[in-house]
């Protein structure tokens, strides 16, 4: 079993940063696909970013095309955490962010379903005011 704890969320400005962290615990996860999904109100949960275990230290991270180029996912195995740097944020990327965990690998399109995710955690606010 894996547990899995989101912080880092808040109210921002558009133009903002913030940083979310995930925390997992219950059995170590290097290899395990992590991913973050967000979902705002009366909307389906949807994929932001995955990062996929590949070989040794190397990860491979995609990006959703409303994220890319501001959003950058990152991992550090030895605390067991996984972060969600945001920059430039919009308004339209208020929304509660979930991580989540998989030991199953994925690629492109693969990393998107959320059937693929076995592990959730409860989400975080993330707030961005115009």
């Known amino acids: 079993q894996v547990q899995l704890v989101e912080s880092g969320g808040g109210l921002v400005q558009a133009g903002g940063s913030l940083r979310l962290s995930c925390a997992a615990s219950?059995?170590?996860?290097?290899?395990?696909?992590m991913g973050w999904f967000r979902q705002a109100p009366g909307k389906e949960r949807e994929f932001v970013a995955s990062?996929?275990?590949?070989?040794?230290?190397?990860?491979?991270?995609d990006y959703a095309d409303s994220v890319k180029g501001r959003f950058t996912g990152s991992r550090d195995n030895a605390k067991n955490t996984v972060y969600l740097q945001m920059n430039s944020l919009k308004p339209e990327d208020t929304a509660v962010y979930y991580c989540?965990?998989?030991?199953?690998?994925?690629?492109?399109?693969?990393?998107?379903?959320?059937?693929?995710?076995?592990?959730w955690g409860q989400g975080t606010q993330v707030t961005v005011s115009s």
């Open positions: 989540a965990a998989t030991p199953s690998s994925c690629y492109g399109n693969g990393c998107l379903d959320l059937k693929l995710y076995d592990y």
């Open positions: 219950g059995r170590t996860f290097s290899s395990y696909t």
């Open positions: 990062i996929v275990w590949i070989r040794a230290n190397t990860y491979y991270a």
